[in-house]
């Protein structure tokens, strides 16, 4: 039986007999899906250069509901489907968009040493920076590097106060 190197990060297998698990990391998974997605991507190129507009007429539309597209966030069985339908732009698919969804809907903290350094600012203090924002700060603090804020929130001013007259525009001004 084949069995992969140990030498192979992310991947650990048990070996003796009666082999029952095996893990593998957070990034070889999204690579698996994403090489998944990419060879249904060669079935559906394939099947649109047979039959011109079917997929815009029949692929998108089922697709998307497959992704459950309504729901905002997405659950774990919607994820293959999704990215299925990523391969659908021109954008390229990038597999760290993948890993990071995967690590949100597995709940699992990310893996990198700076992801972990930003977790642990984010637990300090409320940040109004969206969590890749935040993770790129953190990342740009623990090399030393002196920089602007990346993003900052806008604070609207308070509005003027008018009297109840100064609101009626049916008068002219005057």
């Known amino acids: 039986m084949w069995q992969r190197p140990a030498s192979e990060p992310g991947i650990s297998r048990l070996t003796g007999k009666g082999d029952t698990a095996m893990s593998i990391s957070i990034e070889h998974l999204a690579e698996l899906l994403s090489g998944i997605a990419r060879s249904q991507q060669a079935i559906v190129d394939a099947i649109e250069r047979e039959n011109g507009g079917w997929r815009n007429a029949h692929l998108i539309p089922t697709l998307n509901v497959a992704a459950n597209m309504r729901h905002a ?14 391969y659908q732009g ?6 760290a968009t993948i890993v990071a969804d995967l690590q949100r809907l597995l709940a699992l903290p990310p893996s990198s040493e700076t992801d972990d350094v930003a977790n642990a600012a984010a637990a300090t203090a409320p940040s109004p920076l969206p ?9 740009l603090s623990a090399a030393g590097a002196s920089a602007a804020p ?23 001004a005057g």
């Open 73 to 86: 966030e997405p659950r774990l069985l919607d994820l293959p489907a999704r990215i299925l339908l990523r």
């Open 90 to 95: 021109r954008a390229a698919v990038d597999n």
């Open 131 to 139: 969590p890749a924002a935040a993770r790129m700060a953190a990342k």
């Open 150 to 172: 990346i993003a900052t929130v806008p604070v609207p001013a308070a509005a003027p106060s008018a009297s109840g007259s100064e609101l009626d525009f049916s008068k002219p």
